[in-house]
């Protein structure tokens, strides 16, 4: 089983700064790595998938990066919607799957 | 417009069963491979079983393993996830996923969720 480890689980951040959230495999899922974001009551918002690439009208400000076993998120200017809970999720290996624990992004 | 939406949630005691539903519509059902996630009250998100599209296999996690049965039925657009012994832990809201092609856990829709309480 690969097992994802977010960092950190809670992060305060203002608006309008750079929010950077980090994930880490136990193993190697090469760039098959998603996020995804979720607000309360709300189910979870594909943000990135194949570790880089955004989903459709996921605006520019997110972007992510990595492969391997580390991987980025990045939201360059916070926005008031911006703050919710992200989970990474590996896809490596069909049919299984695994997220990682969530990190908080709140305000600070 | 892809639509999922979950149903069949409820309070039921240790060692008892449910059945899930999930209705899809806005895409061709069969195609993609479907998925049930589930969140524990405060915790993060665990997949907990999939089938493939184009007649694909199912597939569980160990946590389950022998006591949930996923299947779907192609002439009413449905996913259902039979919940058997069901335990304290396994409390908590199940969403259905629909992975982006017919053999990925890739989510790019999911449901709203529908909350099992399992409970004397």
């Known amino acids: 089983e690969i097992v994802m480890t977010q960092s950190p689980a809670t992060l305060s951040v203002s608006p309008g700064e750079r929010a950077t959230l980090s994930c880490r495999a136990s193993q190697s899922v090469s760039s098959n790595l998603a996020w995804y974001q979720q607000k309360p009551g709300q189910a979870p918002r594909l943000l990135i998938y194949?570790?880089?690439t955004r989903a459709t009208g996921i605006p520019a400000r997110f972007s992510g990066s990595g492969s391997g076993t580390d991987f980025t998120l990045t939201i360059s200017s916070l926005q008031s919607e911006d703050f919710a809970v992200y989970y990474c999720q590996q896809y490596y290996r069909w049919p299984l799957c695994s997220f990682g624990q969530g990190t908080k992004l709140e305000i600070k | 417009e892809v639509q999922l939406l979950e149903s069949g949630g409820g309070l039921v005691q240790p060692g008892g069963s449910l059945r899930l539903s999930c209705a899809a519509s806005?895409?061709?059902?069969?195609?993609?491979?479907m998925s049930w996630v589930r969140q524990a009250p405060g915790k993060g998100l665990e997949w907990v079983s999939g089938?493939?599209?184009?007649?694909?296999?199912?597939y569980y996690a160990d946590s389950v393993k022998g006591r949930f049965t996923v299947s779907r039925d192609i002439s009413r657009n449905t996913l259902y996830l039979q919940m058997n012994n069901l335990r304290g832990e396994d409390t908590a809201i199940y969403s259905c996923a629909r992975g982006v092609h017919y053999s990925s856990n890739l989510f790019d829709f999911w449901g709203p969720g529908t909350l099992v309480t399992v409970s004397s």
């Open positions: 806005g895409f061709t059902f069969s195609d993609f491979a």
């Open positions: 194949g570790a880089s």
């Open positions: 089938i493939g599209g184009r007649g694909g296999s199912a």
